[in-house]
Nanobody
Framework: QVQLVESGGGLVQAGGSRRLSCAAS????????MAWYRQAPGKQRELVAT???????TYTDSVKGRFAISRDNAKNTVYLQMNSLKPEDTAVYYC??????????????WGQGTQVTVSS
């Protein structure tokens, strides 16, 4: 089992910044990819950013140049630094972590979600 605890959501004005954190714990051998998704009201969940175990990152086009994903492997934590926030960034943000387990192999786990609201 893997537990993910997210933090950092809240209300922010347009143009402002916010940093989300997601800490992983539990019984696993190692962490593979870590990612952030978001889901706005009435829309499907979309992939925002990913980081691989060797530090490669990818971003959806709408956040390139504004968001930065990073990870602290010693703390088993992934971050999402969000700058120049826009009202259209308003959504529930979820972290997703892939871990290797001895019994079940590679499994994917979701955080509980944290609301980010950007006011205009």
């Amino acid at each position: 089992q893997v537990q993910l605890v997210e933090s950092g959501g809240g209300l922010v004005q347009a143009g402002g910044s916010r940093r989300l954190s997601c800490a992983a714990s539990g019984r696993y051998f190692s962490i593979n990819a870590m990612a952030w998704y978001r889901q706005a009201p009435g829309k499907q969940r979309e992939l925002v950013a990913t980081t691989t175990s060797d530090g490669k990152t990818t971003y959806t086009d709408s956040v390139k140049g504004r968001f930065a994903i990073s990870r602290d492997n010693a703390k088993n934590t992934v971050y999402l630094q969000m700058n120049s926030l826009k009202p259209e960034d308003t959504a529930v943000y979820y972290c997703n972590v892939e871990v290797y387990t001895i019994i079940n192999g590679l499994i994917s786990s979701w955080g509980q979600g944290t609301q980010v609201t950007v006011s205009s």
